[in-house]
Nanobody, 123 residues
């Protein structure tokens, strides 16, 4: 079974920055399109960002464009999400996964999720 371990979350003030990491094991990471989702309390998971297998193409939900940057290190089976200018509304849990795309819709291709990493943004 694929294992995903997210890290890097924590408490930050509004306007601050965090960098999340996700290390993947159990499958060939270097050929996968990877992505980040987030889930606020009481809501469903929302796609945030995706990156192609070689990092050549990236995608972001409109609300984070210009503030978040996704990247990956295939040698370390790790995908990153650099988040700048965070807002209190972004107090959520972030998850990474292998992703697929159908038009403008992104979805997870895996049956399991990691534990995620919690972001708390104070105002």
């Amino acid at each position: 079974q694929v294992q995903l371990v997210e890290s890097g979350g924590g408490l930050v003030q509004a306007g601050g920055s965090l960098t999340l990491s996700c290390t993947v094991s159990g499958r060939t990471f270097a050929t996968d399109t990877m992505g980040w989702f987030r889930q606020a309390p009481g809501k469903g998971r929302e796609f945030v960002s995706g990156i192609s297998w070689n990092g050549g193409r990236t995608a972001y939900v409109d609300s984070v464009k210009g503030r978040f940057t996704i990247s990956r290190d295939n040698a370390k089976n790790t995908v990153f999400l650099q988040m700048n200018n965070l807002t209190p509304k972004e107090r959520t849990v972030y998850y990474c996964t292998r992703v697929g795309r159908d038009g403008s819709s992104w979805y997870s291709l895996l049956d399991n999720w990691g534990k995620g990493t919690q972001i708390t943004v104070s105002s």
